[in-house]
């Protein structure tokens, strides 16, 4: 039987690989994203690759970060598709936020978008999914919901209440047979942050996304992206000198 996923922000970076990704392996979609445009070429590259073997993607146009209209949005959407058995909540983004500089009014659409946004459209799918009577929601995280990185302190602290939220989810929602997947991405290549390909252990979004499928489909609790080298790192990921960063920012 053919599987049923959801992803938000897949116009663009780890979303738009997930896409790719999930289509080769005969998954069907749901797409979800601000620009529409951008998602119709998507869903005609995946049409031409997949040889029309799978129905082509369901596309909406969505802003997380506008929750006054984006819940009732995504509510229809899911309903449209029947049976969705995983719900993905990617969309993010990201800017350089340097604390004093007067830039509250990017942290406040970073949290708005990553953090708020996201949990609105979780909602949305957890209330689909205990209706359905089983799911699995996959919020992608970061590893910097682990880190302190200058110029990123909203971004980091997005995704370390994001973190949080899902491990909440994952203790309430069991007993409704409705998985959660936590993913943390270290250092993914894609346009979400300038040469992040500086940062260490970079990996190119393919490589990513191919290890966020294969967590999602053994339906792992967390998933650490890439996972050599940042598991056996992980315990060390808060401890890294403040001297390194600043080196790194030059």
Same mark, same amino acid.
């Given at each position: 039987?053919?599987?049923?996923?959801?992803?938000?922000?897949?116009?663009?970076? !780890?979303?738009? #690989?997930?896409?790719? &990704? %999930?289509? +080769?392996? $005969?998954?069907?979609?749901?797409?979800? @994203?601000? /620009?529409?445009?951008?998602?119709?070429?998507?869903?005609?590259?995946?049409?031409?690759?997949?040889?029309?073997?799978?129905?082509?993607?369901?596309?909406?146009?969505?802003?997380?970060?506008?929750?006054?209209?984006?819940?009732?949005?995504?509510?229809?959407?899911?309903?449209?598709?029947?049976?969705?058995?995983?719900? !993905?909540?990617? #969309?993010?983004?990201? &800017? %350089?936020? +340097?604390? $004093?500089?007067?830039?509250?009014?990017? @942290?406040? /659409?970073?949290?708005?978008?990553?953090?708020?946004?996201?949990?609105?459209?979780?909602?949305?799918?957890?209330?689909?999914?205990?209706?359905?009577?089983?799911?699995?929601?996959?919020?992608?995280?970061?590893?910097?919901?682990?880190?302190?990185?200058?110029?990123?302190?909203?971004?980091?602290?997005?995704?370390?209440?994001?973190?949080?939220?899902?491990?909440?989810?994952?203790?309430?929602?069991?007993?409704?047979?409705?998985?959660?997947?936590?993913?943390?991405?270290?250092?993914?290549?894609?346009?979400?942050?300038?040469?992040?390909?500086?940062?260490?252990?970079?990996?190119?979004?393919?490589?990513?996304?191919?290890?966020?499928?294969?967590?999602?489909?053994?339906?792992?609790?967390?998933?650490?992206?890439?996972?050599?080298?940042?598991?056996?790192?992980?315990?060390?990921?808060?401890?890294?000198?403040?001297?390194?960063?600043?080196?790194?920012?030059?």
């Amino acid at each position: 039987m053919t599987r049923t996923v959801v992803i938000t922000g897949a116009s663009a970076g !780890i979303g738009r #690989a997930l896409a790719l &990704e %999930f289509a +080769r392996r $005969g998954w069907r979609l749901g797409l979800a @994203s601000r /620009r529409l445009a951008t998602l119709e070429s998507l869903r005609d590259e995946i049409v031409a690759n997949t040889g029309g073997t799978t129905p082509p993607p369901a596309l909406l146009e969505l802003d997380v970060a506008d929750t006054a209209h984006c819940a009732e949005r995504l509510r229809g959407f899911l309903e449209s598709l029947g049976g969705v058995d995983v719900f !993905i909540a990617n #969309a993010g983004i990201n &800017e %350089f936020t +340097r604390i $004093g500089k007067g830039g509250f009014d990017g @942290s406040q /659409r970073i949290l708005q978008t990553n953090l708020i946004g996201t949990i609105a459209t979780l909602e949305v799918a957890a209330t689909h999914f205990i209706a359905q009577g089983r799911g699995h929601l996959v919020g992608i995280s970061s590893l910097a919901s682990l880190l302190t990185i200058p110029s990123q302190g909203a971004y980091c602290a997005s995704k370390a209440g994001l973190s949080s939220w899902l491990g909440a989810a994952r203790i309430e929602l069991e007993r409704h047979g409705i998985a959660v997947t936590d993913v943390l991405p270290g250092f993914v290549v894609t346009d979400i942050m300038p040469h992040i390909e500086r940062y260490p252990f970079a990996v190119p979004v393919e490589r990513a996304a191919r290890e966020i499928v294969d967590a999602i489909e053994r339906r792992k609790r967390r998933a650490i992206v890439p996972g050599f080298p940042w598991r056996l790192l992980r315990p060390f990921a808060g401890l890294v000198p403040d001297a390194v960063w600043r080196r790194m920012l030059r």
